[in-house]
């Protein structure tokens, strides 16, 4: 790759995953898209008496920390910042947080999901916002906080990553992909549903007006330029916030009809579409319709992703076993395929904790054997979200209507070649493995798309395409192998 210009543009990109934030600085120009991480800090939640929440005064000090760093490398055009979805802060009428944000974990949610869809129905709810149903979608965590003081005293709620530009620039709004997983939006209007938030009780007000990609959220306050060194006129751009539409953005598809798997904690499998699927066929199917940028759609499930094999290993290390990945990987290279298939989507695999424990139980319900040895989970863990991939391309393919013939894996799954190889093999579509920094690459290049450096979503990708390094996996093995598996993962699921 030729090098960089240094009088291409840098953009500073925020990206917070649910297990570690990092500053990532991003040099674009007519065929240069290069990435430098800047500074990587821990996310880690705090248990309080009332719940699990997130420490989001630690992760805006890492941010700062990050920004200052990104500073000494010389001029920012602009800085973004994009997260996970669903969780939120609120601000009472001084602007002031009022208390930890909910992590999306929190056991508080079940209880109140069923308390929504008892009082307006699944079919209702999926007819305005389109979501898969899941039990932290923000529609089911406010039901679970309204009954606090915190709730009596709020005047705004903001989204995670609104919350944190909204400390950056004093600015206050709701971009848009991110605001679409709330299940208060409307997918087929593109804004806010008044008329649900009424329903549910809640004040029209509380929800702030909402942004597209690429528009100015503000500039840097004073004391955050003095103290991370940026210049005060400095803008904050706003990015797809929802760290998804941003990895979406920079999937290097040239040729239609691909699908996408967007593989880190969670598994984020779909389509890009121009209009949402609000039938009642694909709401049995569990499947969401979030925005996209410049107005897609992206028609995708949720799948319980690498959170599924992180758990095995903080669970192994705990107790002392030695988890390379790659000598956890080459073990279940090894190990005998299909011995055990699991449902990634089991609600018992949520919450944090002993994870190989729970498999255990799992396969014991479905009357299967509990694998041999750390190697046997892996090869069990990625076999089932190989089979996951596939059952949910399949069906997105079917209840959208369209063809498919390539799949795209981006995020840092497309690292493990094992999961790339078998979700080829379990889809019998050809792979492109990579980005793996879709999300960081998809929020430096809408901020540079803004600044007027590139094009659309097309030129985007392709520039992602040209620049970055992809692997290539095609279908191989026993077809019916993974056919036999996947009945058994229907059964089981």
């Known amino acids: 790759m030729p090098a960089t210009s240094r009088h291409d543009p840098v953009f500073a990109a925020v990206d917070l995953g649910a297990t570690s934030g990092r500053v990532i600085t991003g040099r674009v120009g007519p065929d240069e898209l290069v990435l430098t991480e800047a500074h990587r800090f821990a996310n880690t939640p705090v248990r309080l008496p009332d719940g699990l929440r997130w420490d989001v005064l630690a992760l805006y000090q890492g941010i700062l920390d990050g920004l200052r760093v ?40 079940a209880a109140a999901a069923e308390e929504v869809l008892a009082h307006f129905g699944a079919q209702e709810l999926y007819g305005v916002g389109g979501l898969q149903h899941l039990p932290f979608n923000t529609v089911f965590q406010l039901a679970a906080h309204r009954s606090t003081a915190q709730w009596q005293a709020a005047r705004t709620l903001l989204l995670m990553p609104d919350l944190l530009v909204y400390w950056l620039t004093g600015s206050v709004g709701a971009e848009v992909t991110n605001a679409s997983t709330t299940g208060l939006f409307d997918a087929r209007s593109g804004g806010w549903s ?35 060194g940026l210049p005060a006129d400095t803008p904050v751009t706003t990015v797809a916030s929802h760290d998804t539409a941003s990895a979406v953005a920079a999937v290097p598809a040239t040729e239609p009809g691909f699908a996408y798997v967007s593989c880190g904690t969670w598994s984020l499998a779909g389509l890009e579409l121009d209009a949402p699927v609000l039938t009642e066929q694909s709401r049995a199917a569990n499947f969401t319709n979030e925005r996209g940028v410049d107005g897609t759609v992206r028609y995708l499930r949720n799948i319980m992703g690498m959170w599924l094999l992180e758990e095995c290993r903080r669970t192994w290390e705990r107790d002392g076993t030695s988890t390379s990945l790659a000598s956890l ?50 090869r069990c863990v990625l076999e089932s979200l190989a089979l996951a991939h596939r059952r949910t391309l399949r069906e997105a393919a ?18 493990n070649e094992l999961l790339c190889q078998w979700t080829a093999d379990a889809t019998g579509l050809p792979v492109t493995a990579g980005p793996a920094e879709a999300t960081a690459l998809g929020n430096v290049l809408l901020q540079a798309r803004a600044h007027g450096l590139v094009g659309g979503l097309t030129d985007m990708r392709r520039l992602v395409a040209r620049t970055q390094e992809l692997r290539h996996y095609t279908p191989r093995g026993d077809p019916g192998a993974w056919d036999r598996a996947a009945d058994l993962a229907a059964v089981v699921g």
């Open 194 to 228: 008044h008329a649900l938030i009424g329903r549910l009780g809640l004040e029209s007000s509380l929800f702030p007006a909402l942004r597209e990609p690429g528009e100015r959220a503000g500039t840097l306050l004073p004391h955050v330029a003095g103290f991370t």
């Open 398 to 415: 079917e209840l959208a209507g369209r063809e498919l013939t390539r799949v795209h894996l981006v995020g840092g799954g497309s690292r």
């Open 70 to 109: 990104a500073a000494r490398g010389g001029p920012v055009a602009s800085v973004g910042i994009d997260t996970w979805a669903v969780d939120y802060g609120l601000l009472d009428s001084d602007g002031s947080l009022l208390g930890l944000p909910f992590h999306y974990r929190d056991t508080r949610n």
């Open 329 to 378: 990987l080459a073990d279940a290279a090894r190990a005998r395929p299909f011995a055990a298939v699991i449902d990634p989507d089991d609600p018992a695999f949520l919450a944090p904790g002993d994870m190989p424990s729970r498999i255990d139980a799992a396969l014991t319900r479905s009357g299967q054997r509990t694998p041999d040895g750390p190697g046997g989970y892996v």
